[in-house]
Every structure is written in C-alpha cells, then in structure tokens.
C-alpha cells in the first residue's frame, strides 16, 4: 500500500506561481512512476505530468508544457509540480498519482491516488 498526501494548493492570480508536493509513505517510492492529474469543474480526469522511477524522464501534456516542471527526490519520498504562468483555465482540483514500474497518462493505470488538493487561478 501507497499512502499519497498532497500539499501547496491554494487561491492565486493569474499569471503567479504555486508549487505542489506530495509525499508519499513507504519505503519502495523509487519503485513508482509518479504525475499528476488534474479535474475541472465538470470535466474528467486529466493527465498534466508525470516522472519516470529515477526521474529521468518527464512528459507533460501539451497544455501545460513550457509552464509547469515536475520532479522528484526519492530520499524524500515525494513528488513536485512546480507550476508557473498559472492560467483560469489551470483550476482544478489536481491529484497526485502513482503507478508500479512504467509510468502511463491513463489515469485508468493508476495504482494510488492522492485526495487532491485544490488549485484555483482568478483573472
């Protein structure tokens, strides 16, 4: 079992930054492709970024790359999204992920979720 815990979301003006953590239990993180979805008010679950187990691999969706960075530190069992730029059309509520082995945009191959936390950018 993968406990996920998420943190830094928050009410911010469009164009300011915000950087989302998520710190996972276990000993076996490095085990875990890790990334983040996102979910708008009346829209399904989408991919934004995930990091491969060492870290050496990112991918973004096309909406959010050249604004947001993922990374990891397996010493610290956790998961970052920084996120700047931030658009309206960036409110969710965004979910960090994990998923044994190779990592996947699916959120249907997600083995854990965290509970979200909420990210809403004013105009």
């Known amino acids: 079992q993968v406990q996920l815990v998420e943190s830094g979301g928050g009410l911010v003006q469009a164009g300011a930054s915000l950087r989302l953590s998520c710190t996972a239990s276990g000993r076996t993180f490095s085990s875990y492709a890790m990334g983040w979805f996102r979910q708008g008010p009346g829209k399904e679950r989408e991919f934004v970024a995930r990091i491969s187990r060492n870290g050496g691999r990112t991918y973004y969706a096309e909406s959010v790359k050249g604004r947001f960075t993922i990374s990891r530190d397996n010493a610290k069992n956790t998961v970052y999204l920084q996120m700047n730029s931030l658009k309206p059309e960036d409110t969710a509520v965004y979910y960090c992920?994990?998923?044994?082995?190779?990592?996947?945009?699916?959120?249907?191959?997600?083995?854990?979720w965290g509970q979200g936390t909420q990210v809403t950018v004013s105009s």
């Open positions: 992920a994990a998923k044994a082995g190779l990592g996947s945009s699916d959120p249907t191959q997600v083995d854990y």
